[in-house]
Nanobody
Framework: QVQLVESGGGLVQPGGSLRLSCVAS????????MNWYRQGPGKERELVAG???????KYADSVQGRFTISRDNGKNTVYLQMNSLKPEDTAVYYC???????WGQGTQVTVSS
């Protein structure tokens, strides 16, 4: 029953911002770490950011200082705030509950003029 639903993607200009959301269900959200991954065209899926149940965060070097992962346990939601977006950030973004090896359907982010 683990279910992850991403939203918030879209088309944005370089330098712009976007906020992704992932609503989780089917498990005890507050006790689980959550990750954001992305997969660009012709590229491997890569870990972008993660947050533990205690709120400790980690980021890929490529997004450090630009992206912020956060969570709202009352809403069973993990967020990815993306600022100073670059064309290289173009990808499908997925959330993951690593303890369940489960993925959402993904949300497309396109950074282009």
């Amino acid at each position: 029953q683990v279910q992850l639903v991403e939203s918030g993607g879209g088309l944005v200009q370089p330098g712009g911002s976007l906020r992704l959301s992932c609503v989780a269900s089917g498990f005890t959200f507050r006790r689980n770490a959550m990750n954001w991954y992305r997969q660009g065209p012709g590229k491997e899926r890569e870990l972008v950011a993660g947050i533990t149940s205690a709120g400790t965060t980690k980021y890929a070097d490529s997004v450090q200082g630009r992206f912020t992962i956060s969570r709202d346990n009352g809403k069973n939601t993990v967020y990815l705030q993306m600022n100073s977006l670059k064309p290289e950030d173009t990808a499908v973004y997925y959330c993951q509950a690593p303890n369940f090896r489960s993925w959402g359907q993904g949300t497309q982010v396109t950074v282009s003029s």
